[in-house]
């Protein structure tokens, strides 16, 4: 191989002392963007054309781009181009319909035509020099998918972009007995990179409609990649499924169909994490593709027109999108410290109270009035000490959604992107990175999670909490905690403190009062907005567990009847439940 390149080096020597037109440049082996790159900076010609050493050029490849971009005052011309063997036997057909795709000036907004013509190589098209160096558009070095990440920004910038059907360029096909040749854990860490900046090229430049198309070819080539690969471990594999889940999981925000029902198992399996499942998906269906014929595997990997076509009907909210990319970069940097709900739980179980903040109270603070609360200056200024202050007598409970949107269904996800991106930056202003917050989710732990396999592990480590001990409840006259089901079904003993629906804070000091003369071993369960942040924290200071509960009775009614819709509902004998609610009523507060 020395010898040969050698010999390479030398024979383009000998062409440049012909012709002062060429020009030659040795250097240290950089790889073939680092080559590309110093073609780049020395070029001083009106274009640039890109070869790869085992293809070929049909003998006018030159001749004919040139002409077509000098006709066009393109940009760049996308040419066609043909298969060939690995001993140079040319393909009968080339790889674009000429019937089907004629002469056309290509369009970031025409999926149909633009798409299919856009290959992701730099080698059959021909670049005006000038539109290159005034996009300052170089190689990224040493990642695969180099020249998908140059070609597709080319295109991202451009204005004025023609295809031409005749056949420029001969694309040499490596036959390998494995599929997987050179699919490492370095070859999938670059690939996640090279996807990255592709991505965000596109979103920065709003042009997400058209990247859902290049993201569908994508991303089925590289999970049958990931799958097909005998070069990685299994830690490896998870490792890869790591870095690259932001990638899978853009199926869902984008509205992509997967091609086989096997591979939207894997798709949402990475998506909620499950990387066991995800191996164990991966493995059945790389022993199924090992009996399959190439050409059969080959069709698997790559979208089908349907695809496509469902592609272009399913509309996205591309702004919800670009809101998410901005949003998760910064969340990316975040050290607010939120425990999972599991370990809530257990703090909660070791008799730990919490007081929660949501978006209500954030309004609040902000000077803006609830349906049921106005905004009280009292109210506010203990909102805003609450939620400043560092102690660990209470845990403060605020949104997860400050840090990811992880297992939300879509509409949900779509209200806290819009929510956190107006408000994010206000929630930072009152935290503290040393302070360890929890899940203020706590009571919205079903009706807004896509996956709900843990929920009957949580309320049940939220019926063990007060399992056995006296409960009293504070709530207004319209919740009626754990009427008409078995959520405080283990209590020893269940009074209640009922309080105004309308403005509860402006009877705080009576409400606090009353809660005070309670024994410390008796567990307190608040529902009243705001208000009950305030009361459990301040009633947690004097060493009662306090939980502010607020909809976690409806959460549970809901998942009891495995609900999809944000209604109540209620089998129980609704008569014998009202008479046991009005015997366990200890003081009505008006």
């Not at 050698?6 to 012709?19: A, M, V, W």
């Not at 025409?110 to 290959?119: A, G, K, P, Q, V």
């Not at 509860?504 to 410390?520: A, G, N, R």
């Not at 009950?532 to 060493?543: C, H, N, P, R, S």
Request: hydrophobic residues 30%; negative net charge; charged residues 30%.
């Amino acid at each position: 191989m020395m010898v040969q390149k050698i010999l390479l080096g030398k024979i383009c020597d000998e062409y440049q002392e012909k012709d002062s037109r060429i020009r030659v440049i040795h250097q240290k082996n950089q790889g073939q963007s680092g080559a590309r790159n110093t073609g780049l900076q020395h070029a001083t010609g009106k274009y640039i054309m890109f070869l790869d050493s085992d293809d070929a050029f049909e003998v006018d490849a030159c001749e004919k781009l040139y002409h077509y971009i000098e006709k066009t005052n393109a940009d760049y011309v996308v040419g066609n181009y043909a298969n060939m063997d690995e001993d140079g036997t040319k393909w009968d057909k080339p790889v674009f319909d000429k019937e089907k795709y004629t002469e056309f000036k290509l369009s970031i907004e025409d999926y149909t035509h633009s798409f299919y013509t856009m290959n992701s190589g730099v080698w059959n098209k021909i670049f005006r020099k000038s539109f290159l160096d005034e996009i300052q558009v170089k190689f990224v070095e040493r990642v695969p998918a180099e020249d998908a990440i140059f070609t597709t920004y080319c295109f991202i910038k451009s204005k004025n972009v023609y295809y031409m059907p005749e056949v420029v360029y001969n694309y040499r096909l490596r036959h390998s007995d494995s599929v997987s040749t050179g699919c490492s854990k370095v070859f999938f860490l670059g690939i996640n990179k090279a996807y990255r900046i592709i991505y965000n090229n596109f979103v920065e430049n709003n042009h997400i409609d058209f990247y859902r198309f290049f993201y569908a070819k994508s991303m089925n080539y590289i999970l049958y990649k990931f799958i097909d690969s005998d070069k990685l471990t299994r830690e490896e594999r998870i490792d890869v499924l790591e870095e690259m889940r932001w990638f899978y999981t853009l199926s869902n925000d984008l509205k992509i169909p997967t091609i086989l029902k096997s591979v939207r198992y894997i798709i949402e399996s990475i998506t909620r994490k499950d990387y066991e499942q995800t191996l164990k998906y991966c493995e059945i269906l790389n022993q199924v593709r090992k009996m399959l014929p190439k050409e059969i595997k080959e069709k698997m990997s790559k979208p089908s027109a349907d695809t496509y076509k469902q592609i272009e009907e399913n509309e996205i909210n591309t702004e919800i999108v670009k809101k998410k990319e901005k949003l998760l970069k910064v969340m990316k940097e975040s050290n607010i410290k939120i425990l999972t709900t599991e370990e809530c739980l257990e703090e909660l179980k070791k008799g730990k109270s919490i007081a929660r903040f949501g978006n209500g109270e954030l309004d609040l603070i902000t000077g803006k009035g609830l349906t049921f609360q106005e905004p009280n200056p009292i109210l506010i200024r203990r909102l805003k000490e609450i939620l400043q202050s560092e102690q660990d007598f209470c845990m403060i409970g605020i949104p997860d959604e400050i840090n990811q949107f992880e297992n939300l269904t879509e509409e949900s996800e779509h209200f806290w992107i819009e929510y956190m991106y107006k408000t994010r930056k206000i929630w930072l202003k009152y935290l503290h990175p040393t302070m360890q917050y929890c899940t203020s989710n706590l009571s919205r732990i079903y009706i807004r999670r896509k996956d709900h396999s843990n929920c009957e592990k949580y309320f049940s480590m939220i019926k063990d909490i007060w399992k056995d001990r006296n409960v009293l409840i504070c709530e207004t006259s319209d919740v009626k905690t754990g009427i008409g089901n078995d959520l405080l079904s283990e209590c020893k003993s269940i009074r209640r403190i009922i309080c105004p629906t309308e403005d509860p804070f402006d009877h705080y000091e009576q409400i606090l009062s009353k809660l005070k003369q309670e024994e410390k071993d008796t567990i307190i369960l608040i529902v009243l907005g705001p208000t009950a942040t305030i009361l459990t924290y301040d009633l947690a200071k004097e060493g009662y567990q306090v939980l502010d509960i607020g909809h976690l009775d409806t959460e549970y009614e809901l998942f009891k009847h495995n609900s999809k819709k944000n209604v109540k509902e209620n089998d129980t004998n609704e008569e014998e439940e009202e008479k046991n609610y009005k015997e366990q009523i200890d003081c009505i507060i008006k």
